[in-house]
């Protein structure tokens, strides 16, 4: 069968790159979409059980530091579109083992460009139609301060330059312009992934472009981030281990919108640039993880709040950033990219989503995840 477009989508059985691969193999049945993801800890095929078995859809099983395996591929499917989402992802991860963030991060992000920039400068694909879409975070922008501006108390509502108003911690925000100042391992490795990309486009003159978005929530995140964590630890009553005094905050997106933003920039952003995507919804972390109590002890019939006391202060994570807030107005006025959701309808989507899937969580919290690949596609 012959497809319009045959885009490589890196990571997509982890969490974000698993609604990415949904959306396009769902909405694009005329693209072919194959699915690069090593399987690590992070990667689980049953977050797409729903689209195996589409006529567009190809999983295959490789590394992306594996610059052989990736150039025959793309010459293989006649790729004419990247989009690269795997990575290592978790923050504490990346404080015990920096290499391993350093190699996938980094080196795997080159060895991609190197195989598709060699591709492109081959191909007879018309090279209008050519992109590499590296998807980044807003923490290579590193961290802000909580401001009082006029002696105002955060949060406080204010005027983002779409016009959009909304409630803020401070009154700095990451716009594309800002200096990179990364804190963590994780963020100094996405940093350097990103610098590459834009090495590759101002010196071979590959079509990139990067986005850098906010924290995201919603389902098929693994357990190890605070939302899924809390609302799994919450259900069994456990404690819920806020780091420092919970004061740390961030900005939340629903990972279907982040999907959406995906889905627009591939098509219609601009090459050479960078757009970044947050909802303005800034959250001081305890606060959300009362809501979070709050919205699982109510769904599960208890009395609301009667979970409060699992809340346990611990040690706070190493270089641990205090705010990140994303200014997402150019997207929404180039290309005019809106949030579906309001935080709280996203939240009560999630919190059910996980009391819902109880074998889902339970087959990653015991590692039964692991055997669904052989399960489904054979021995190696
Ligand atoms: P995730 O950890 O849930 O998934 C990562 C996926 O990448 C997994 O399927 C894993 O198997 C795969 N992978 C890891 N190393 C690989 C390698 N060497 N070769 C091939 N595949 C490999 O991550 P996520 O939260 O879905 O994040 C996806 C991307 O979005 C990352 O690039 C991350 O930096 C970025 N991002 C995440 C967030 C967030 O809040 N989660 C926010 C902004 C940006
Ligand atoms: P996380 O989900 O790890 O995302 P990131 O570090 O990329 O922002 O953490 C979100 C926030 O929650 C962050 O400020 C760290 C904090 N946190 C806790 O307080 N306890 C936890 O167990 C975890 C995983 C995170």
Redesign the pocket.
């Known amino acids: 069968m012959n497809f319009k477009r045959n885009i490589i989508i ?10 990415v691969v949904r959306l396009f193999v769902n909405n694009y049945p005329e693209y072919k979409i194959i699915n ?9 095929l049953a977050n797409l059980k729903d689209i195996e078995d589409k006529p567009n859809y190809r999983f295959v099983k ?5 610059f052989d395996g990736v150039y025959q591929l793309m010459q293989d499917e006649h790729v004419d579109g990247i989009i ?7 923050v504490d991860r990346s404080i015990k083992d920096p290499f ?1 963030f350093a ?3 980094v080196m ?1 992000t080159l060895s991609l460009l190197q195989a598709a920039n060699q591709i492109y400068s081959a191909s007879r694909i018309p090279h209008s139609a050519f992109k590499f879409y ?6 290579v922008y590193g961290a802000l301060e909580l401001t009082h501006p006029l002696g105002i108390e955060p949060p406080f509502t204010t005027k983002a330059s779409s016009g959009k108003h909304h409630l803020a911690y401070g009154d700095q925000f990451f716009t594309e312009d800002k200096k990179y100042q990364p804190h963590s391992p ?1 963020s100094a490795s ?1 940093a350097s ?1 990103d610098h590459f990309v834009r090495a590759f486009h101002d010196t071979y003159g590959l079509p990139t472009v990067i ?7 919603g389902p ?3 357990p190890e ?1 605070l939302i899924p964590l809390f609302i799994n630890n919450i259900r069994h009553r456990k404690p819920l281990p806020v780091y420092g005094k919970g004061e740390n905050v961030r900005d939340w ?1 629903y ?1 279907e919108d ?1 999907a959406r933003a995906i889905d627009l920039i591939f098509h219609e952003g601009k090459v050479g640039e960078t757009y970044n ?1 947050g909802g303005f919804n800034e959250w001081k972390n305890i606060d959300l993880i009362k809501v979070l109590i709050n919205t699982v002890d109510r769904l599960l019939g208890r009395k609301e709040g009667e979970d409060m006391d699992l809340i346990t202060y611990v040690t706070d994570r190493a270089g641990h950033d205090l705010r990140y807030a994303i200014d997402s107005s150019k997207l929404q006025r180039e290309l005019g990219w809106e949030p579906s959701l309001q935080f709280e309808e996203g939240i009560e989507k999630t919190v059910r989503w996980y009391l819902d899937h109880q074998e889902w969580l339970d087959n990653v919290t015991s590692g039964d995840y692991q055997k669904y690949y052989e399960e489904y596609y054979g021995k190696e």
């Open positions: 890196t990571g997509g059985a982890g969490f974000i790159g698993s609604h690069l993801d090593k399987l690590t800890y992070a990667g689980n490789m590394d992306i530091c594996d690269h989402l795997a990575a290592e992802s978790h391993t190699q996938t991060n795997g590296h998807i980044s975070t807003d923490e994780y996405k992934s986005t850098n978005c906010s924290n995201n929530y098929y995140q693994f981030k997106l990972v982040h995507i």
